[in-house]
């Protein structure tokens, strides 16, 4: 840190001046320097100096931009989205069963929860009456309202999961076509996993879609999601706390 000493940053409010407070011009014969930061990482200088005092700059810079975004990644809550097709009857049910598990742990504020539907054919709908009312049966309180997947789930979800394997293939189709149109993390695909690949208790590998049946389809959907969720969360719960584990 000694390469930093005589110098102090002011920020007003997306604009770094990186002045020494004991001369009226901060580098002698040459213009001040100002550094444009967008979002945290610096984007342009209008000067370029001598190695050692654009070796000053970087320290000074990095300073501004290091604390905020390590403190932000530590905060950020676990996301899980759960998809099915229509986002009425399959997915909202995952939701609400995860969001009640969580709850009864007094996890809540360690989580985000959301579920999104392949198609945007129900947007804006609850979701489908007989699973709401299934689910109340259990306890468990159904109020998602329907919304279709949108490439910024890919940004902003830690884990997606789909109920079936024509939900996941859909899902990737629409990475494979969004990511072309705007930035999305190369690693997203690795994100998608199966709603039934956590299951313990079942064998099946899909959940199944229970729109047209009777009332034991929404029954079969909640057995699943209860098995499938119960483990994930374990899971996860394991997986966020190893490193802690490992450094104590």
Not at 19 to 28: I, L, Q
Not at 48 to 68: C, D, G, K, N, W
Not at 175 to 198: G, Q
């Amino acid at each position: 840190m000694s390469g930093l000493h005589g110098f102090c940053t002011s920020i007003n409010p997306k604009l770094i001046r990186i002045y020494n407070p004991t001369t009226t011009n901060p580098f002698p014969n040459r213009t001040t320097t100002n550094l444009c930061l967008n979002h945290h990482h610096v984007i342009s200088a209008v000067h370029l100096f001598s190695s050692s005092e654009a070796l000053t700059l970087r320290r000074v810079s990095s300073m501004a931009t290091a604390t905020p975004s390590s403190s932000t990644d530590e905060s950020k809550p676990f996301s899980v989205l759960f998809v099915c097709l229509g986002n009425i009857c399959r997915s909202p049910a995952a939701e609400a069963v995860f969001r009640n598990l969580v709850e009864k742990r007094g996890l809540t504020s360690n989580f985000r929860i959301d579920s999104a539907g392949t198609i945007g054919y129900h947007e804006g709908n609850k979701a489908d009456g007989r699973m709401r009312a299934a689910s109340q049966r259990r306890g468990i309180e159904v109020t998602s309202i329907s919304r279709p997947i949108r490439p910024s789930d890919f940004r902003e979800f830690d884990l997606i999961l789909a109920m079936d394997l024509q939900n996941k293939e859909d899902i990737l189709s629409a990475y494979e076509r969004w990511r072309f149109k705007e930035p999305l993390p190369p690693d997203a695909p690795k994100k998608v996993k199966l709603m039934c690949s956590y299951c313990k208790k079942h064998s099946e590998k899909e959940v199944p879609d229970p729109y047209y049946g009777g009332p034991q389809g929404f029954e079969k959907v909640l057995d699943l999601l209860e098995d499938a969720c119960e483990s994930m969360l374990d899971s996860i719960v394991q997986s966020q706390n190893a490193p802690t584990s490992a450094s104590t």
